[in-house]
């Protein structure tokens, strides 16, 4: 496919689904901490989780990682998982869960195109927090080409929001 002939606009990543070495432990993360549902669960080996009621948004198994150890550095694999949230205050609630939870960040950037917190899930994949501004407000060079930066984010600013 060339940019010729784009991808339908309309397409969208569904889901994620992630190899776990304790489900219980990731169950309690994704749903006890970041506030998703359980939507099924498959005996002790997997777990299906959404927000608004969809049938599911992240999947946990343990099928072939039970126990397991997380990709050492500088291998290939999942570098994170984006859950995008609605506003920025919805983005401030999960920065409370987070710190009533214990959760340190690993960062937390404004990109111009939206405003993201950066952490690691109990398994070590990275986990991105983000909330999108509106498209009106995303930074543009004067031919208007989108600009993105990294810049660090005001964490008190976003919870005085």
């Known amino acids: ?3 010729s002939n784009p991808l339908d606009p309309r397409v969208h990543i569904g889901h994620v689904h992630l190899k776990v070495a304790d489900l219980e ?3 309690a993360f994704y749903s006890g ?3 998703f549902e359980v939507t099924q669960r498959m005996g002790g080996s ?3 989780l959404s927000a608004g009621g969809y049938h599911h948004h992240i999947g946990l198994n343990t099928w072939e990682s039970e126990g397991g150890a997380p990709p050492p550095p500088g291998s290939t694999g999942l570098y994170h998982i984006a859950v995008r949230y609605p506003d920025r205050a919805a983005l401030a609630d ?3 869960r987070l710190a009533a939870a214990g959760v340190e960040l690993d960062g ?3 990109h111009g195109v939206s405003e993201a917190l950066y952490l690691r899930d109990p398994d070590g994949n990275g986990v991105e927090l983000y909330r ?3 498209r009106d407000e995303w930074p543009r060079t004067p031919d208007g080409q ?3 930066f990294t810049r660090p984010l005001d964490l008190d600013a976003l919870l005085a929001d």
Do not use: I, K, T, Y
Request: neutral net charge.
């Open 108 to 110: 937390a950037a404004d």
């Open 33 to 35: 901490v970041l506030g």
């Open 25 to 27: 432990r990731a169950v």
């Open 1 to 3: 496919m060339s940019e």
């Open 132 to 134: 999108d501004r509106p």
């Open 46 to 48: 997997a777990a299906f």
């Open 94 to 96: 999960a920065l409370r």
């Open 146 to 148: 989108l600009q993105m």
